[in-house]
């Protein structure tokens, strides 16, 4: 298990992160969601090392990478570009990858390499969407345990964006590796994640499974002769997504059959229940546009 106990960042006098604390395990994908500017990107490079932290400390089976800096090749980072592998060949990019990973499984590489038909030359013949499908080869096949990946699908094309999250989930199921994926496509991300974690000003606002924020809170669509009433809109545990003419989608948070009984006894015209997305738990946490 990787650990992140009270990390804290501080960049140009402002604090980025404030006291973050939470768990990956392997064998499981976490999604890291946020505003722009809420920290996540800080947040990944600070635990892989490119940025230096201000506080608090990251351990990999209880012992502290700060103390022991071999356990660094358990964590493995791929970044939203592909700049910086594009100015290699593919022998190249193995060469480099091997010496900085000495788990490095050269073998698996190329058979998923052909398994993709991924030409093993300069990356000048490579699309795009061929750039990322190899960056993510490489990145999995680094033999670390941690994986963290920055948007990896932005800029895909449906049928690239496809296979990248086939080939995440492939790796993840092995139940060797753990990965963190930060990411502005929240339906992509609710097919594939078991957790998320939900930034906001630079703090955890939320660390919760899917499964059980989907039990916790319940969608629905509601219609009245007016206008939903004023005991609803003011309800401490109703939170209101939308309202358009007398119809109003709405989240309830607790007290589930006790608020749906109060919806029910005021006489709808219509009551159902919807089903909840990870998008509706961003709105419900920031309670704004959905600026991710």
């Given amino acids: 298990?990787?650990?992140?106990?009270?990390?804290?960042?501080?960049?140009?006098?402002?604090?980025?992160?404030?006291?973050?604390?939470?768990?990956?395990?392997?064998?499981?994908?976490?999604?890291?969601?946020?505003?722009?500017?809420?920290?996540?990107?800080?947040?990944?490079?600070?635990?892989?090392?490119?940025?230096?932290?201000?506080?608090?400390?990251?351990?990999?089976?209880?012992?502290?990478?700060?103390?022991?800096?071999?356990?660094?090749?358990?964590?493995?980072?791929?970044?939203?570009?592909?700049?910086?592998i594009k100015q290699f060949s593919v022998k190249e990019l193995v060469s480099i990858y091997e010496h900085a990973y000495p788990n490095f499984n050269k073998s698996s590489f190329y058979e998923t390499l052909e398994k993709y038909k991924l030409p093993n030359t300069s990356l000048r013949r490579y699309s795009k969407g061929m750039k990322t499908l190899l960056y993510l080869l490489l990145t999995f096949s680094t033999g670390a345990s941690y994986v963290f990946l920055d948007e990896p699908t932005n800029g895909l094309d449906p049928v690239v964006k496809?296979?990248?999250?086939?080939?995440?989930?492939?790796?993840?199921?092995?139940?060797?590796?753990?990965?963190?994926?930060?990411?502005?496509?929240?339906?992509?991300?609710?097919?594939?994640?078991?957790?998320?974690?939900?930034?906001?000003?630079?703090?955890?606002?939320?660390?919760s499974s899917l499964e059980e924020s989907f039990t916790d809170y319940c969608k629905l669509q509601v219609a009245y002769q007016d206008e939903l009433s004023t005991q609803f809109k003011e309800h401490p545990d109703i939170f209101i997504l939308s309202q358009t003419g007398k119809v109003s989608i709405i989240i309830v948070k607790k007290q589930k059959e006790e608020i749906l009984a109060q919806l029910q006894s005021a006489k709808p015209l219509l009551l159902e229940e919807l089903p909840l997305t990870l998008e509706d738990l961003f709105f419900l946490k920031d309670g704004g546009e959905l600026y991710v």
């Fill in 162 to 207: 496809r296979k990248v999250l086939q080939l995440i989930i492939e790796y993840v199921s092995s139940g060797e590796v753990g990965v963190l994926i930060s990411s502005h496509h929240l339906a992509e991300l609710e097919k594939i994640i078991d957790h998320y974690l939900f930034l906001k000003d630079g703090g955890l606002e939320s660390n």
């Fill in 1 to 84: 298990m990787l650990k992140i106990e009270g990390l804290s960042k501080r960049l140009e006098e402002k604090d980025v992160l404030q006291n973050i604390s939470f768990a990956i395990h392997k064998g499981s994908i976490t999604g890291l969601i946020g505003r722009n500017g809420a920290g996540k990107t800080t947040l990944i490079r600070t635990i892989v090392g490119i940025l230096e932290k201000n506080a608090g400390n990251i351990t990999i089976d209880g012992e502290s990478i700060f103390l022991n800096e071999a356990l660094r090749t358990q964590i493995v980072f791929m970044a939203d570009t592909t700049n910086f």
